[in-house]
T-cell receptor, first 116, second 115 residues
Framework: DTAVSQTPKYLVTQMGNDKSIKCEQNLGHDTMYWYKQDSKKFLKIMFSYNNKELIINETVPNRFSPKSPDKAHLNLHINSLELGDSAVYFC???????????????FGQGTRLTVV | AQTVTQSQPEMSVQEAETVTLSCTYDTSESDYYLFWYKQPPSRQMILVIRQEAYKQQNATENRFSVNFQKAAKSFSLKISDSQLGDAAMYFCAWSGAGTASKLTFGTGTRLQVTL
């Protein structure tokens, strides 16, 4: 019974294409995130949504557009894919309310995106 | 801005021995949380241990414990009785105490466990 699930796990696509990665959490959390892990394994926040509202938007190209239809889902759409977009993209969720247990992030299994 | 530094790109430990992974961070906030995440070859990010900055007592989880030095802004992870399954990338991470605060990660330490 997966807590945070992403689809697909692997995605190979050509430059210039548009692709989406889907994420769903069944933990009842209020907050969801997208993180990017580059080829050197460095993890960095891209976006965060709290109750469907965008609250964190790091310096990310406009080609990346998150969408949260409800608080259990956060999808990532990428337009005009470039070689440099190749990375592992992680979805995560947390309770989102202040408190010692609530900032723990639960991660999906990641989506390895390869742009050729 | 918060930064997290892991100065050991790679570490190696023999099975059953103890190893310590170091982490330092920089923040001007007084209330925050620190985490160690493990990423095995499967790619899954797994929470190993969590520390609340307002707690003086170091967190422990079975074979995993931390040495939290708030004044020095240091947060090291000690793995006792190392097992082959401990081999992974380990990431130190910082999070503020506000609503929906993001994680700021270090660059990771790759831990090898040898027989």
């Amino acid at each position: 019974d997966t807590a945070v699930s992403q689809t697909p796990k692997y995605l190979v696509t050509q430059m210039g294409n548009d692709k989406s990665i889907k994420c769903e959490q069944n933990l009842g959390h209020d907050t969801m995130y997208w993180y990017k892990q580059d080829s050197k394994k460095f993890l960095k926040i891209m976006f965060s949504y709290n109750n469907k509202e965008l609250i964190i938007n790091e310096t990310v190209p406009n080609r990346f557009s998150p969408k949260s239809p409800d608080k259990a889902h956060l999808n990532l759409h990428i337009n005009s894919l470039e070689l440099g977009d190749s990375a592992v993209y992680f979805c995560a969720s947390s309770q989102g309310q202040p408190g010692p247990m609530n900032t723990e992030a639960f991660f999906g299994q990641g989506t390895r995106l390869t742009v050729v | 801005a918060q930064t997290v530094t892991q100065s050991q790109p790679e570490m190696s430990v023999q099975e059953a021995e103890t190893v310590t992974l170091s982490c330092t961070y920089d923040t001007s906030e007084s209330d925050y949380y620190l985490f160690w995440y493990k990423q095995p070859p499967s790619r899954q990010m797994i929470l190993v241990i969590r520390q609340e900055a307002y707690k003086q007592q170091n967190a422990t989880e079975n074979r995993f414990s931390v040495n939290f030095q708030k004044a020095a802004k240091s947060f090291s992870l000690k793995i006792s009785d190392s097992q082959l399954g401990d081999a992974a990338m380990y990431f130190c991470a910082w999070s503020g105490a506000g609503t929906a605060s993001k994680l700021t990660f270090g660059t990771g330490t790759r831990l090898q466990v040898t027989l």
